[in-house]
């Protein structure tokens, strides 16, 4: 299983909308090395849902349902299906993961701009641990 972080502004779609939703296709993505990363999802893999805008705070964790289809016409663009897993007890903020030295390689942090990136298992632990899990 591989780990992700979705980042979203929680004004135009946040961790409250997924889980009132059930459901969301993850689309829109215009970015060619975020929509490679969307490419290699697959269904079971976590995902970071992270708030950027005024929050910058990873607050829930959300499951890849289904694999990446067609986003749009032109074949460059895809989009994957995740549902809501569970919130985070203790959002991770930005501040805490570029204060935490095992969390320098995290692409996240390496790439700010970037809405898809991957994160490493062993980053991953250290996430869950700072989130209280």
């Known amino acids: 299983m591989a780990c992700w972080l979705l980042k979203s502004e929680p004004e135009s779609y946040g961790w409250g909308d997924l889980v009132r939703d059930g459901r969301t296709e993850w689309d829109g993505v215009r970015n060619a090395a975020a929509a490679g990363h969307l490419r290699a999802m697959q269904p079971g893999d976590s995902a970071l849902f992270y708030h950027s805008g005024k929050d910058k705070a990873a607050v829930g964790i959300a499951t890849i349902n289904r694999s990446a289809k067609a986003d749009g016409d032109d074949g460059r663009w895809v989009s994957v299906e995740i549902v809501p897993d569970r919130p985070l007890p203790r959002p991770v903020t930005l501040a805490a993961m570029k204060a935490e030295t095992r969390l320098t390689a995290l692409p996240m942090l390496r790439q700010s701009r970037l809405s ?18």
């Open 116 to 133: 898809v990136s991957p994160v490493g298992e062993a980053e991953w632990a250290v996430l869950m641990t700072m989130a209280g899990l």
